[in-house]
């Protein structure tokens, strides 16, 4: 459990300049011609890389959009693989200039680390795999198990508070890096892999025979996972934070990656204001009229990035849940540009 802690520690000590050192983010990225992305290690649907080191995946897209924002072209978007443990380090440090990661939105990370999250773009929350022949139907009925997980995350604490409450006793098999864990459960070095659901439907792909395992019913946390960036930068914070908003309220407004250019004609106020053909809402976080609608052309709308990485139709196959629109039933809801 003291290693849960470490990525804390060194977040905190860096702290104390990244506000100096973040001050103006936007203006280094447009200098230097490309946005550099902290991402996972290989995490299918969220960040992955192929054999030709193309990325793709939810939080792929998402640093696509804002580079997209910025440059006009989602190949300006840079991919630094991190293990859990790493991420937070470098984005204070620099390394990094965002952080899409599947990353759980805190209240320590929010202060300790001096980092802001810009908005949640996967509802998630933590669950268990185990093997079938391990004859469970409940996360009720694993006391005394082993359970395999990552260092420097919020999987350990949630553990720990879920076993305690049920008054079962348990061991903790951790690693710093996903592949790891992912190796140690499918060589049967513990009996029981926790992580964001999420992450393992992406991850029971990657395991010998994935059919002789199964996901249990429980969910035991909330995880809301979106970038972050360093603290002490408003207009980075902004040009983030929104373009992540301009994804979900195009959805919601109908406007998607083949018809944005014919949506720029519409007499609808808010795809005006959106699409910058009335006022200067770009211009106020430092971008041109056009930033949302590049974003929107290099990935598609929330909804359309949803389904291509992790949707119904992939080999993840999850459902929209509460990542559907508010209007749907879901969480997904964003500020109106106005």
Same mark, same amino acid.
């Given at each position: 459990?003291?290693?849960? %802690?470490?990525? &804390? ?27 550099? *992305? ?7 649907? #969220? ?15 998402? *640093? ?5 924002? %910025?440059? @006009? ?14 991420? #937070? ?24 680390? @001096?980092?802001?999250?810009? @908005? ?24 005394g198990a082993s359970v395999c997980t990552n260092t420097g995350t919020t999987t350990e &604490? ?5 076993? =305690? ?24 070095? *513990? ?15 990657? &395991? ?35 373009? &992540? ?17 014919? $949506? ?16 200067? #809402?770009?211009?106020? /976080? @430092? ?17 359309? $990035? #949803?389904? =291509? ?8 196959? /999850? ?20």
């Open positions: 459990m003291k290693k849960s %802690i470490v990525p &804390l520690v060194a977040g905190a000590a860096l702290a104390v300049t990244a506000v100096s050192a973040s001050a103006a983010t936007l203006d280094d990225v447009k200098a230097k011609g490309s946005v550099q *992305c902290g991402v996972s290690q290989g995490l299918p649907g #969220f960040s992955n890389p192929d054999a030709q080191g193309n990325w793709s995946g939810l939080d792929v897209d998402t *640093c696509k959009a804002i580079a997209a924002a %910025i440059f @006009g072209n989602g190949d300006a978007a840079k991919f630094t693989p991190l293990s859990a443990k790493e991420r #937070f380090t470098a984005l204070q440090s620099g390394e990094v200039d965002v952080l899409t990661r599947n990353t759980t939105w805190t209240m320590s990370r929010d202060t300790d680390l @001096g980092l802001n999250f810009t @908005g949640v773009n996967y509802y998630d929350g933590q669950g268990f795999m185990v093997p079938k022949d391990l004859g469970v139907s409940s996360a009720l009925e694993l006391s &604490l949630n553990v720990a508070d879920y076993f =305690r409450s049920h008054d079962m006793d348990y061991e903790v098999v951790a690693f710093e890096k996903a592949d790891e864990v992912v190796a140690a459960y499918d060589a049967g070095r *513990c009996d029981v892999y926790t992580t964001d659901q999420s992450g393992l439907y992406a991850q029971k792909l990657k &395991l010998t025979n994935p059919d002789d395992h199964v996901i249990l019913p429980e969910i035991i946390s909330k995880e809301p996972l979106g970038p972050a960036v360093r603290q002490g930068d408003d207009q980075w914070f902004n040009v983030v934070k929104w373009t &992540l908003f301009a994804l979900i309220n195009a959805e919601e407004l109908g406007v998607t990656q083949d018809n944005v250019d014919e $949506m720029k004609n519409s007499d609808n106020p808010s795809i005006k204001r959106l699409l910058g053909t009335e006022g200067s #809402f770009g211009e106020s /976080i @430092g971008l041109d009229k056009e930033w949302a609608v590049n974003a929107i052309k290099a990935v598609g709308n929330y909804g359309e $990035m #949803f389904d =291509r990485n992790v949707g119904p139709d992939t080999e993840l196959g /999850i459902d929209r849940g509460l990542n559907k629109l508010w209007s749907d039933g879901g969480l997904q809801y964003a500020p109106p540009v106005r």
